[in-house]
């Protein structure tokens, strides 16, 4: 194309994007308008209808909101003439049949502007990609695919460009730039699951996200109502990948560290122990947490008495032996349980009581026994018995008599509860934890024990859900709870009532629907309220434990233990996963060592396995670094390609002991004032420093890896610290030692004195 023709076309398609926009806007102008309209209508329409028309107006909304950024990034010219704009979302116009203006990139006409090549160009001629600022196209590259002709700039400008721009805080959608082996694995029509390995960099978190905008937008029916559930390593990781999905237009997803998956508990702090660790996410803790239930169904040491009025008698552990076995053999999990073997024992005693107070006549029907009844006792019993003279009669009454006793009876009461109580999951983990001989009775790892009032970890969290499968439900708990709820509406209820009374006597409020001098009262407009449940999805997802979602992604799943699979199976029990994760990058004891022992237990062998094999991260100088310590700990995977190179040399310099932290400083003091993200990472007791598991999933320009020979002797997973540490970098990476470099360093460049952040080697 000539310079002039080149010129021409940049004209015609900013003009072209302009149209767009101004579609865009009028569009959401006209969104604006109809949701306020859905809020305020009184109509015929259920107040139900009437939300769910507004949430469906304020999804439009917010869908032509994200648009603003990046509205159309390309264009597709096909070999039969047809010519389709690809963009972030689908516009369409309504006064010429609804003909496509816009497409948006996961409808599938949009795929060859990610897959097609001139080797296989997918009925394409060309395919233009449109660099952009603001709502300005800057300049295109045009490549052509099946027809003749040449191509402008190369194909991969775009990609090279998002690839090395510095970094913000956030992750970036990767919309505009997707590649063919990402695409392949996004478009995936698989409901199954579906694991997805690469090495760092490859985007595995990147395609995972976009994988959701797409199931969201190919099978919207489908996953809507239940949500999809987005489970990242660490709150920091989650806040970094937040952005993506909502400016892909996809709000209805919960995101959720393994710490937060039991509603009501938030907890980051991880198992220092690596044995304990492996100990707590091993199945094996399946029979462990078994045994330590069936241990809190106890018997007691030695009879206690019993005293009811007439008689006193004595409960001892052979009838509630018997009560436990009944009670045990109902099936039903330990709190729900209870019950059965709470009734047992009454039961038994109330037999033992009537026949002790009987002598153990009552039973036949013997006039003569009958008339040796003393005559108090006839008294006490109802018109009936003594009507009838019937001894089975006196009996049931006498046994109601004692078992209204034996029910108030406090110390009866006490020593049941003692035997068999009901147990919430922290109170069954924590008495487990804090006592040796529990641990030992229930066949459980003495290293279990923790000590007293220590908090609770990663690793229990599996551990407690699990314990919701064998307790069941604490009845009065979630009574409690249920109460709380309401009183919190009504409470908000009645708020809303004074705020509309004290606004306007006879105001019609919109957002309650209801005339205030007309009120109904607080309890009645709350429980209104709770019919509507306003809470969006995620809220209400998050909240309940019992709530299963449409479609489940892991990130850096090579973390999760086999318990915690357990925990994720469960919420998803349609077992539509995205499972990404690099085995290589492992640092959990409890973590995979492979995909299939974790996943058959649930899955058998109908899972699919696809890898990302580009590295758009790291450039291909400190990529060879990593990789060199992968081959000494990992030497049977193969290390990703770097998309690029950089021509900056990560470096290594030594510093005294005393000199570490003037060292630190220096980088941090000459990084902060550039454009890009930069971290120090290293052992956690040095001032300023990140651990490596803190920067999993994460990346910044550049990196300053501190004491790398003390993050390999950390742990057994040293060298797989050490690889994420190293490999977190987009631009820039340095080391600094104060011993000797580990000899698998070797590839750094020796510095000896500070290394400025423009410093560049070329190689
Ligand atoms: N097609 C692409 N276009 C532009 N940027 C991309 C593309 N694919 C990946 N990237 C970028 O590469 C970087 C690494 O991606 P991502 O974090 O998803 O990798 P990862 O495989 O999850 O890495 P790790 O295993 O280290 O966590 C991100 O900045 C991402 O935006």
């Known amino acids: 194309m000539s310079s002039q023709g080149y010129d021409e076309e940049l004209r015609s398609e900013r003009a072209y994007v302009d149209s767009l926009y101004g579609r865009l806007d009028a569009e959401r102008a006209r969104a604006a308008v109809a949701f306020d309209e859905a809020v305020k209508s009184q109509g015929n329409s259920s107040l139900a209808e009437r939300d769910g028309f507004a949430a469906a107006r304020a999804r439009e909304v917010g869908r032509l909101n994200v648009a603003d950024n990046g509205l159309c990034f390309g264009r597709l010219d096909a070999l039969s003439g047809e010519r389709t704009y690809i963009g972030r979302i689908g516009l369409f116009d309504e006064e010429n049949d609804y003909e496509p203006l816009l497409m948006d990139w996961r409808a599938p006409a949009a795929k060859p502007f990610y897959c097609a090549t001139p080797v296989s ?20 590259t045009e490549e052509m695919l099946g027809a003749a002709g040449e191509s402008t700039g190369r194909g991969d400008a775009a990609l090279m460009a998002a690839v090395s721009a510095p970094r913000g805080a956030g992750m970036q959608d990767i919309v505009a730039t997707i ?5 392949e694995i996004i478009r995936l029509d698989h409901a199954g699951v579906s694991v997805i390995e690469g090495g760092p960099g490859t985007g595995k978190t990147a395609v995972a996200l976009h994988r959701v905008a797409y199931l969201l937008y190919a099978k919207r029916e489908r996953l809507a109502r239940r949500g999809v559930l987005v489970v990242g390593p660490s709150p920091g990781f989650l806040t970094y990948i937040g952005r993506v999905l909502p400016s892909l237009g996809e709000t209805d997803v919960v995101f959720a560290t393994p710490g937060d998956l039991v509603p009501g508990l938030r907890v980051t702090a991880e198992e220092t122990d ?7 996410g091993s199945s094996a803790m399946l029979d462990v ?27 001892d552990a052979e009838v509630a032996e018997r009560a436990r076995a009944k009670a045990r053999a109902s099936g039903l999990l330990h709190n729900e349980a209870r019950a059965v073997f709470r009734e047992a024992v009454l039961h038994e005693l109330g037999e033992l009581a009537v026949d002790r107070i009987g002598g153990g006549w009552l039973g036949a029907d013997d006039p003569e026994i009958l008339a040796s009844i003393p005559a108090e006792m006839l008294r006490e019993l109802d018109e009936q018995a003594r009507e009838t003279n019937e001894l089975t009669v006196i009996r049931e009454e006498m046994l109601a008599q004692v078992r209204l006793e034996l029910d108030a009876h406090d110390r009866l009461s006490a020593e049941l509860d003692r035997l068999w109580p009901t147990l919430t999951p922290r109170r069954l983990l924590a008495d487990l934890f804090g006592s040796a001989e529990r641990v030992a009775a229930a066949g459980g790892d003495p290293a279990l024990v923790r000590a007293e009032g220590a908090a609770w970890t990663v690793s229990d969290v599996p551990l407690l859900d699990e314990a919701v499968e064998l307790l069941g439900e604490d009845r009065a708990a979630a009574e409690a709870a249920a109460e709380q709820r309401r009183r919190d509406a009504e409470e908000y209820a009645q708020g809303v009532l004074d705020a509309v009374v004290a606004d306007r006597e006879d105001v019609i409020d919109d957002e309650i629907g209801l005339i205030a001098t007309d009120l109904l009262d607080a309890a009645q407009l709350a429980e209104r309220q709770d019919e509507r449940d306003t809470r969006d999805l995620a809220e209400r997802a998050v909240e309940d434990r019992d709530w299963t979602y449409g479609h489940v992604v892991v990130d850096e799943a090579q973390e999760l233990s086999e318990m915690d699979w357990r925990v994720l199976m469960r919420r998803c029990p349609s077992r539509s996963f995205t499972i990404v994760g690099d085995l290589a990058q492992r640092r959990s004891a409890a973590g995979a060592r492979s995909w299939g022992d974790m996943l058959s237990p649930y899955v058998a062998d109908r899972w699919i396995y696809r890898s990302l094999t580009v590295n758009y991260r790291t450039p291909s100088e400190i990529m060879a670094v990593a990789a060199a310590l992968l081959a000494e700990f990992a030497p049977e995977v193969t290390p990703p390609a770097s998309v690029r190179a950089s021509g900056v040399r990560p470096w290594a310099r030594q510093v005294d002991a005393d000199g570490l932290a003037a060292a630190i400083d220096e980088f941090v003091r000459a990084e902060a004032p550039g454009e890009g993200t930069f971290v120090v990472i290293g052992p956690s007791d040095i001032p300023g420093v990140r651990p490596p598991s803190a920067t999993k999933g994460l990346e910044f320009d550049a990196v300053l890896v501190v004491e790398p020979d003390r993050i390999l002797d950390e742990g057994p997973r040293g060298a797989a610290e050490l690889y994420v540490a190293l490999t977190r970098a987009t631009q820039r990476l340095g080391v600094l030692h104060t011993g000797a470099l580990p000899e698998v360093l070797n590839g750094l460049a020796r510095e000896k004195n500070p290394v400025s952040a423009g410093h560049r080697r070329f190689l």
């Open 121 to 140: 160009p997918d009925g394409m001629a060309s395919r233009r990609q449109f660099h952009t600022r603001g709502r300005k196209v800057v300049d295109f």
């Open 179 to 183: 590649q063919a082996e990402q695409d």
């Open 274 to 280: 690596p044995e304990v660790q492996r100990i707590k």
């Open 289 to 315: 947490l078994a045994a330590a239930v069936a241990d809190r169904q106890g018997l007691p040491a030695a009879a206690v008495e019993i005293g009811l009025s007439d008689i006193t008698i004595e409960f």
